[in-house]
């Protein structure tokens, strides 16, 4: 909100920003709070972004200004930190010299195989987003103008994916082996595993299985971990019995995933976790948690394989 608003000020021009082809281009449907959804154009790393500033004078008055500047810029917002807005990349180009603005003006712009190194992330503490700022220089405050894209990155795992295998265990009174087919998924993969009971001797109730994710912002001493249950499903319900073997799949198509970020920018990272919960009848929880990898494939966000 710029200061003119929040004073009762309205701004004497209107700022539209179109990007070029943006009706053709695949679009992301982003939780952007609470109640509330936008729907952004995709981008890739190293694709050119386009497009058409319209600046549109209200009531035919004349606008005296500073200078009119466009710029392409990639922030991590840190709720945590009031809000404060670190840019890790800001292209800017002129688009008018100081002067006066008398009528309706058109302006284009190119920002060209731009790198966008980072995917764009909506998280409990923090946001990750790229955008083009429109700024008309004023001596009273400067109107700005923000439009968002959405940028996909596919940066694959390594090559080697082995199983998980774990043990829960209470000494004489319960033993368990559960196998996951793999420890990397793509946001569209299938978890395939088995649960052994080889020992049991205590009454189990229930068994979950659900998925967290971790995220962490900040750096020593002010680091701020949050974790968010993506799903939870009961994979059994009753006594299991010694040789039982209890097989798991779990299809990740159906939530709102993100990939694995690594220390971005040194400011945050999300981590994915298999939680497996055993509840006995007398309310008492046991539980075992492995890290998983998830990473993005371009067959998962619609693009054709041969793009891969």
Not at 24 to 36: L, N, Y
Not at 64 to 75: A, D, L, R, T, Y
Not at 86 to 92: A, P, R, V
Not at 158 to 182: A, R
Request: charged share 30%; with cysteine.
């Amino acid at each position: 909100m710029s200061m003119a608003s929040i004073f009762g000020l309205s701004t004497p021009v209107d700022i539209d920003v179109q990007f070029n082809n943006e009706d053709q281009r695949k679009h992301v449907d982003v939780k952007v709070d609470k109640d509330r959804r936008e729907s952004y154009p995709v981008y890739l790393d190293g694709e050119t972004v386009t497009g058409k500033i319209a600046i549109r004078i209200k009531d035919g008055k004349k606008l005296e200004h500073s200078g009119i500047k466009v710029e392409f810029v990639g922030s991590i917002e840190l709720f945590y930190d009031r809000g404060k807005s670190h840019e890790f990349l800001t292209l800017s180009q002129e688009l008018a010299a100081p002067g006066e603005l008398r009528q309706n003006t058109q302006f284009d712009f190119e920002f060209k195989n731009v790198e966008k190194q980072y995917e764009c992330y909506n998280g409990i503490n923090v946001k990750l987003r790229y955008f083009v700022r429109v700024t008309v220089a004023r001596r009273m405050p400067d109107i700005i103008r923000e439009r968002d894209i959405w940028v996909y990155s596919y940066r694959m795992p390594t090559e080697v994916n082995n199983s998980i295998k774990m043990e829960v265990g209470i000494e004489d009174c319960l033993h368990i082996e559960f196998e996951y087919n793999k420890s990397k998924y793509h946001l569209k993969d299938v978890i395939v595993g088995k649960i052994y009971f080889l020992l049991v001797r205590i009454k189990i109730k229930t068994m979950e299985l659900s998925i967290i994710r971790r995220e962490t912002t900040g750096a020593l001493p002010n680091v701020y971990n949050e974790s968010e249950t993506v799903t939870k499903f009961e994979i059994m319900d009753g006594a299991p019995v010694r040789g039982e073997t209890i097989p798991i799949r779990l299809f990740l198509g159906g939530f709102e995933l993100a990939p694995t970020f690594r220390d971005v920018n040194k400011k945050f990272s999300t981590r994915y976790y298999l939680n497996l919960v055993l509840i006995d009848e007398e309310n008492r929880r046991y539980f075992k948690q492995q890290e998983i990898t998830m990473f993005r494939r371009k067959t998962d966000d619609g693009y054709p394989p041969d793009e891969e």
